[in-house]
């Protein structure tokens, strides 16, 4: 299984110095939408949008669209991506009958329902001395490739005390990579398996659930590896990633989401897992206990909502069926709905893993 890690490796592993947007234009088939989930990150969204739609929608017209999905920010951050150039839709808006749960995976699930693309980009919104060849790297080996079709980036993280080459993060060298070299080594060969920056064709993403939390990234691995095969993941090298480094308190509330979500995924649990988390902050006179939920739901594959498949064309075989909305994400639904009253007749339909 070790030499399967090597080899798979070495097959799947891209230079995103490789792709030029030029090159991966000749090869485009169908449409192309970037994807910032962002949360309160006016001070870095602007750049990047700017610099995407700069390079790869008007210097060469390789990406249709670009969407940020606002879960509810309370800066700038909404008009900030609407002058770079973004399609800002507030999450509550997107199937507002089926409720609103906190959490990125939210965001990212219902962003397959409102971009257009036929490949879907996803990007982090807080990533500082952002450069478009993360995304053409993201987009080169399922453009050049058709037995790809998801794709992660790999890339160096610089830290307050130097630079940790080919590192992940806490949470990835002390969680995430123990777990998945342990129950499923197919994905040992993934240098940062938490990355925010994924792209994915529809036709894979619309049949995977999405968990709600911070578990996301490692549910979408592991759901695409049951469901495609390795052979259709692969990692693109695009160079460093600079963001904001969370809190030790924060990144053990992520940790603990994985963990479930893991759990979940192996089917070890014959009772339902605690939901808090209980950590521990020191002040003058000793420690002061903090409780927090650690409580992951689960949305289920997108395909099989039915106002998804009435605005996409789609039928919950994943097939298409004719040209979609490609409009206005303001306009009326296909169904006759307005987006942010569809699916009244599913109130909060979800699942929890």
């Known amino acids: 299984m070790r030499r399967d890690v090597h080899r798979w490796f070495e097959r799947r592993t891209y230079d995103g110095r490789d792709f030029s947007p030029v090159e991966l234009l000749g090869r485009k088939a169908g449409s192309i939408s970037v994807v910032l989930p962002a949360l309160n990150e006016a001070a870095t969204v602007g750049e990047i949008v700017s610099a995407v739609r700069q390079e790869l929608v008007e210097a060469v017209p390789l990406v249709d669209e670009i969407v940020v999905i606002d879960p509810g920010s309370v800066d700038a951050t909404a008009s900030t991506a609407t002058a770079a150039g ?75 005390r130097g630079m940790l080459p080919g590192g992940g993060g806490r949470v990835t060298e002390l969680v995430a990579r123990p777990l998945l070299n342990l129950y499923w080594p197919q994905l040992a060969g993934l240098v940062q398996p938490l990355a925010g920056e994924f792209a994915g064709r529809r036709s894979l993403l619309e049949r995977v659930p999405f968990v709600s939390g911070y578990g996301v990234e490692f549910a979408l691995l592991v759901d695409v590896l049951a469901l495609a095969g390795a052979d259709a993941l692969a990692q693109v090298e695009v160079g460093r990633k600079i963001h904001r480094h969370q809190s030790d ?46 409580d992951v739901r689960e949305r289920p594959p997108m395909i099989t909502i039915p106002e998804y498949a009435a605005r996409h064309g789609r039928d919950q075989g994943g097939h298409d069926h004719g040209d979609r909305d490609q409009g206005n994400h303001d306009q009326e639904d296909p169904s006759g709905h307005e987006q942010e009253d569809i699916a009244d007749e599913h109130p909060d339909r979800l699942h929890r893993s």
């Open 86 to 160: 973004a399609d800002v839709i507030a999450e509550e808006r997107v199937l507002a009958g089926y409720g609103r749960i906190a959490g990125k995976g939210e965001a990212l699930w219902k962003s397959l329902h409102a971009a257009s693309g036929d490949i879907v980009v996803f990007v982090d919104a807080d990533l500082e001395d952002f450069d478009a060849s993360l995304v053409t790297g993201l987009l080169g080996p399922l453009l050049t490739d058709d037995e790809v079709s998801y794709v992660k980036a790999s890339y160096d993280r610089p830290l307050a």
């Open 249 to 294: 308190e924060a990144l053990g509330r992520m940790a603990a989401e994985i963990i479930q979500v893991a759990w979940t995924r192996l089917g070890i649990h014959d009772a339902t897992p605690g939901e808090t988390l209980t950590q521990f902050r020191r002040y003058d006179g000793g420690f002061e206990p903090h409780t927090y939920r650690v």
